[in-house]
C-alpha cells in the first residue's frame, strides 16, 4: 500500500491513477489528519508526500514519520514544487529517501517508487499490523513494542494477529480457539485465558489494550478508546 498526502486534487489523482495502473493500491489524502488517521489503520510501505500542505506542512510530517519506531524505516519521496529547494534540501537531510521535483511525469514517478522499494527490501513490505508502538511483521513473524523486541510463542503471535485485525470487537473464546489452534483443539478455552494473560505481560504497555469481555471474552481496543 502506498499513500500520497498531496493537496493538489489533480496532481494526487494523476498519481493514484499511475500507481494503481502498474498494480500497485494506493490511497491519496489531501491533509495530514486522515493521513496520520490511515496509519493507525495500516501502515503503508511507501509514502510520497507534498511539502506545501494546508495545516501541518510535509516537513513536519516526515519528521514525525521519521520520529516513531513503528514508521521510522518507511520509504518517503517528497514531492517538491519550484522554487522549495531549500525544503527539499531540508527534507533530505530529516531522512527522506528522495525527491521529486513538479511538474514531473508518471513514468518518472514510477521509476522511482520501483527503485526505491526494491531499495527498502522486503522488510518494508506489506504484512505488518500496527497499534501506535506495538508492530506485528506478519511476513517475518516478528513482534516490536516502541521498537523492542517481543518474543511471543507461535500461538501468542497468532492470537496477537487475530485481535489486531478484529480491533474494537469482542472476541469470544471460541473465536480466539479457532483462529490460533487451526484444527478443533481439546485444551478448552481456558487455555485462552492463559495465554491472553501471558500476551499482557509481554506487551507490557500495550497488554492494557486487551480488555476483558466479562462473560464472553476478550477486545483489543481501538486507538482512540
Ligand atoms: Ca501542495
Not at 489523482?13 to 495502473?21: G, I, K, Q
Not at 495545516?55 to 524505516?73: A, D, K, M, V
Not at 522554487?83 to 525527491?99: C, H, K, Q, S
Not at 522499494?117 to 506495538?134: D, H, I, M, V, Y
Request: proline share 4%.
Amino acid at each position: 500500500m502506498i499513500y500520497s498526502v498531496e493537496d493538489e486534487a489533480d496532481i494526487r489523482d494523476m498519481v493514484l491513477y499511475a500507481l494503481r495502473h502498474s498494480g500497485f493500491e494506493a490511497e491519496g489524502f489531501a491533509a495530514a489528519p486522515p493521513f496520520w488517521a490511515a496509519c493507525a489503520r495500516k501502515l503503508p510501505e511507501l509514502v510520497l508526500l507534498d511539502l506545501m500542505l494546508p495545516g501541518e506542512n510535509g516537513l513536519s510530517i516526515l519528521r514525525r514519520l521519521r520520529e516513531q519506531p513503528s514508521t521510522r524505516g518507511i520509504p518517503i519521496i517528497l514531492l517538491t514544487a519550484k522554487g522549495t529547494e531549500l525544503d527539499r534540501v531540508i527534507g533530505l537531510n530529516e531522512g527522506a529517501d528522495d525527491y521529486i521535483a513538479k511538474p514531473f511525469g508518471v513514468l518518472e514517478l514510477l521509476a522511482r517508487v520501483k527503485a526505491l522499494l526494491r531499495r527498502a527490501g522486503p522488510t518494508e513490505k506489506a504484512g505488518r499490523l500496527t497499534a501506535q508502538g506495538l508492530v506485528l511483521d506478519t511476513e517475518r513473524r516478528l513482534c516490536t513494542a516502541d521498537g523492542a523486541s517481543v518474543d511471543l510463542t507461535l500461538k501468542e503471535f497468532e492470537m496477537l494477529r487475530f485481535f489486531m485485525e478484529n480491533r474494537g470487537i469482542v472476541l469470544d473464546r471460541e473465536r480466539l480457539l479457532s483462529a490460533a489452534w487451526e484444527a478443533a483443539y481439546e485444551g478448552g478455552t481456558r487455555t485462552i485465558d492463559a495465554h491472553v494473560q501471558s500476551l499482557r505481560s509481554k506487551l507490557g504497555a500495550y497488554g492494557s489494550r486487551l480488555q476483558t469481555v466479562r462473560g464472553v471474552g476478550y477486545r483489543f481496543l481501538e486507538e482512540n478508546e
